[in-house]
């Protein structure tokens, strides 16, 4: 789904709260996440874009942490402690 004007806005303002844009990548991811259940290709592409960054720069944190999934998960998830 494309980003609107209110999510654009949104990041801007994200965005604006860093001296350097670059360090908005994980508020960003988060965001992104948030709206669509995991983080997308075009979302990817959508913060690169407004990062000024490649999208592999933003691939790369986003598949280094494993609070962002890169398809679409349950809505429950069990976790199973075996000690």
Do not use: W
């Amino acid at each position: 789904m494309p980003f609107t004007q209110e999510d654009n806005s949104l990041m801007d303002s994200i965005i604006a709260r860093y001296p350097r844009s670059r360090s908005a990548i994980m508020p960003l991811l988060h965001l992104a996440q948030a709206r669509d259940g995991y983080v997308t290709n075009d979302s990817i592409n959508t913060i690169a874009a407004k990062l000024n960054l490649e999208a592999a720069e933003v691939t790369a944190v986003s598949t280094f942490y494993t609070q962002y999934k890169s398809a679409p998960v349950g809505e429950y998830h069990v976790g199973v402690c075996i000690n």
